[in-house]
């Protein structure tokens, strides 16, 4: 089998602790590749070289202008090898390899973005109210930041938060997860081909107790960039208290799309079929609560039930496959229970419901009509092909119905009124907000949720300055002596 190695300053090293772990092929259920696990004396190393690359010349030295260059470079590489990361994360992750790899390619645009930023980095002059005084800003690198990445859209939130920190002249140890990381460290070979000095960038990889705890609680981190389930989140959150890091979280959701009766139809039917079974459903944004106008609710299910009657469901990285297995068998396992659940409380299965009888994680694409707002599929975020939908009947109501979630990331809105569009899309309670569409995003775009979808954003030219501190410089221009001491000017 395939075996991979840790990114520690520079050199491919196996874990301390001589821990491995094995990676199986969601599709088949077959082991395919080993990892080092990281020790937290190799999280220790990871983060001591990044301290010591933030005053190392070799990076501190560059201008903004050459930080930029080498994300550029990054960006090129990232494009040129985006088939080959798209099948090693098919082959982890069970994604489908036409989306992984049109993925990977995408996510050059975020590296070039960042890259056109990194010498977009300004201070300011500030006009001040005191005479004979010269004072302006800086913007400086914050430090030393935690990245730590899930596996389901792994390229993509890799981009979202390396990129900013690079272009910004941070260091970053990055936390690949212990499912699936193998696309990761695939990604950290490029890393060095594109020159960035050993140290800037450690890819690591392994349990919690071992490598993200002592990860996030070290006195040495100074940001924590943080994307996975709120539980997580909640321990990530309490181990910051112990550096004060600077801490941003995106974290799932149970995002609503909201059909209104003068609706394309059509397009609605395919945003919910996007917003659901687009990745298999394994998406932070997935639009898991379809919120549906009842006069429409019946011939949306139709379309949708049309449609998913002959969705190609199988391997992977078989380019037809439009369905693939979800990455493990625990979720499945998970979106059953969720189920019975739901139909104890009175749900009607309209379509699939069960796993598939052949090898691998699969699950049936399964359409669930709701008995009311407390119908289990409507709360527990599933990370899977299941869509759940409900009736409204009035514009009131359909926004009521949106935020009745403790989650609050992505949403939808389906209308031919513009006015409406409008009205409903900045009352819904989310981070994002689609209107007659769903699932697209942008280098150029903020994304991020609030309530138990977490804050702070990712992607935008905020997202950047987010990774510096500002500094304030105060130059007395005057050549008299400084006045009285004891008094504050």
Same mark, same amino acid.
């Given at each position: 089998m395939k075996h991979y190695p840790l990114l520690i300053d520079g050199a491919w090293v196996e874990g301390a602790s001589g821990q491995t772990m094995t990676s199986e092929n969601p599709a088949t259920g077959a082991s395919w590749a080993t990892f080092a696990c990281a020790a937290p004396e190799?999280?220790?190393?990871?983060? !001591?070289?990044?301290?010591?690359?933030? #005053?190392?010349?070799?990076?501190?030295?560059?201008?903004?202008? @050459?930080?930029? *260059?080498?994300?550029?470079?990054?960006?090129e590489l990232v494009e040129e090898n985006a088939r080959h990361i798209g099948e090693i994360e098919t082959t982890d992750s069970g994604k489908l390899l036409a989306e992984t790899a049109s @993925?990977?390619?995408?996510?050059?645009?975020?590296?070039?973005?960042?890259?056109?930023?990194?010498? *977009?980095?300004?201070?300011?002059?500030?006009?001040?109210? *005191?005479?004979?005084?010269?004072?302006?800003?800086?913007?400086?690198?914050?430090?030393?930041v935690a990245a730590?990445?899930?596996?389901?859209?792994?390229?993509?939130?890799?981009?979202?938060?390396?990129?900013?920190?690079? +272009?910004?002249? $941070?260091?970053?140890?990055?936390?690949?997860?212990?499912?699936?990381?193998?696309?990761?460290l695939e990604f950290a070979r490029l890393i060095e081909a594109a020159g960035f000095p050993p140290g800037v960038v450690s890819v690591i990889t392994g349990d919690a107790e071992n490598c993200a705890i002592p990860l996030t609680r070290h006195p040495d981190v100074d940001r924590i960039a943080f994307t996975g389930g709120p539980e997580t989140a909640r321990h990530v959150v309490r181990n910051s208290a112990?550096?004060?890091?600077?801490?941003s979280l995106e974290l799932g959701g149970k995002s609503p799309i909201v059909v209104f009766e003068d609706a394309d139809l059509d397009g609605a039917a395919n945003g919910l079929i996007a917003g659901n079974f687009g990745? #298999?459903? @394994?998406? $932070?944004?997935?639009?898991?609560?379809?919120?549906?106008?009842? #006069?429409?609710?019946?011939?949306?299910?139709?379309?949708?039930?049309?449609?998913?009657?002959?969705?190609?469901?199988?391997?992977?990285?078989?380019?037809?496959?439009?369905?693939?297995?979800?990455?493990?068998?625990?979720?499945?396992?998970?979106?059953?229970?969720?189920?019975?659940?739901?139909?104890?409380?009175?749900?009607?299965?309209?379509?699939?419901?069960?796993?598939?009888?052949?090898?691998?994680?699969?699950?049936?694409?399964?359409?669930?009509?709701?008995?009311?707002p407390e119908t289990e599929t409507l709360k527990v975020e599933m990370f899977g092909p299941v869509m759940s939908l409900?009736?409204?009947?009035?514009?009131?109501?359909?926004?009521?119905?949106?935020?009745?979630?403790?989650?609050?990331?992505?949403?939808?809105?389906?209308?031919?009124?513009? +006015?409406?569009?409008?009205?409903? !899309?900045?009352?819904? *309670?989310?981070?994002?907000?689609?209107v007659n569409t769903y699932r697209a995003v942008s280098p150029i775009a903020p994304f991020g949720g609030l309530n138990q979808s977490g804050y702070g954003r990712e992607a935008g030219i905020e997202a950047v300055l987010d990774y510096t501190r500002t500094k304030t410089v105060w130059i007395n221009t005057s050549d008299k002596p400084m006045s009285n001491p004891f008094v504050m000017r």
């Open positions: 190799d999280v220790e190393r990871a983060i !001591s070289a990044a301290r010591r690359a933030l #005053s190392d010349p070799a990076w501190r030295d560059l201008t903004q202008t @050459q930080r930029g *260059k080498l994300l550029y470079r990054l960006a @993925q990977t390619g995408y996510v050059g645009d975020y590296y070039r973005y960042y890259a056109g930023l990194a010498d *977009k980095i300004e201070g300011a002059v500030l006009p001040i109210d *005191k005479p004979d005084m010269h004072v302006f800003t800086q913007r400086a690198p914050i430090g030393v730590i990445v899930p596996w389901n859209a792994q390229m993509f939130l890799t981009a979202t938060k390396l990129g900013p920190a690079l +272009a910004a002249g $941070c260091t970053v140890v990055l936390k690949a997860s212990e499912m699936a990381p193998a696309p990761m112990e550096n004060f890091a600077v801490t990745a #298999s459903g @394994q998406s $932070c944004v997935a639009g898991s609560r379809g919120i549906v106008h009842r #006069s429409v609710l019946e011939t949306v299910a139709a379309k949708i039930e049309e449609r998913m009657a002959g969705v190609v469901i199988g391997d992977p990285l078989e380019p037809g496959t439009q369905i693939g297995p979800l990455c493990t068998a625990a979720q499945v396992a998970r979106i059953e229970d969720t189920l019975a659940k739901a139909q104890a409380q009175g749900a009607r299965i309209r379509f699939g419901g069960a796993p598939l009888d052949r090898p691998g994680n699969y699950m049936a694409p399964t359409l669930v009509e709701c008995a009311g409900l009736p409204f009947d009035t514009e009131e109501e359909a926004i009521a119905l949106a935020n009745a979630s403790v989650f609050g990331l992505g949403s939808g809105v389906f209308t031919e009124n513009l +006015a409406r569009a409008h009205r409903v !899309s900045a009352r819904i *309670k989310a981070g994002i907000c689609w």
